[in-house]
């Protein structure tokens, strides 16, 4: 596989695991933006979280800007698909920062209100993906920098 093509299944890759977080984010915007109660399997744990003042950032829901963060993903990964080189420095701070909020949301979890909510876990773990995914492109760079040795 050529370099090119390895960072091209990479951007796409990461276009579609944020699709997941786009769908994670929505369903937890529409619920905080109605008032529905979710369905966390009956996990008091859940309803701690999404309830707490944790949950929103000047009275926007936290999990609107994680929804227009991952479509932020998204869109740059689709364009860096194809070719787009503005689109891939874009990429590398969004997903940089979401790891970031990430670790501190995972923190107010465990330490400050001592409970998880399972949507919030499955957002964290689908940015640590995209993060895993950024990490490999500047590998994919190095190779088309020093191409292996042929014998």
């Known amino acids: 596989m050529t370099v090119s093509r390895f960072r091209t299944v990479l951007f796409t890759v990461a276009a579609i695991?944020?699709?997941a977080g786009v769908?994670?984010?929505?369903y937890l915007t529409v619920q905080a933006l109605t008032g529905e109660t979710l369905s966390c399997g009956g996990s008091p744990d859940c309803f701690r979280v999404l309830g707490s003042s944790y949950a929103k950032v000047g009275g926007v829901p936290?999990?609107?800007l994680g929804a227009v963060a991952y479509f932020g993903v998204f869109a740059f990964a689709t364009f860096a698909a194809f070719g787009y080189s503005r689109a891939r420095t874009l990429l590398i701070p969004t997903v940089g920062a979401m790891f970031l909020v990430t670790l501190w949301f995972l923190y107010v979890q465990a330490f400050v209100l001592h409970a998880y909510c399972r949507y919030c876990l499955f957002s964290a773990a689908i940015t640590f993906?995209?993060?895993?995914?950024?990490?490999?492109?500047?590998?994919?760079r190095r190779a088309h920098?020093?191409?292996p040795a042929t014998g």
Do not use: F
């Open 17 to 19: 695991v944020s699709l």
């Open 23 to 26: 769908a994670d984010a929505t």
């Open 145 to 147: 920098m020093h191409p």
């Open 62 to 64: 936290v999990a609107l």
């Open 129 to 140: 993906l995209l993060t895993g995914l950024v990490i490999a492109l500047p590998l994919a």
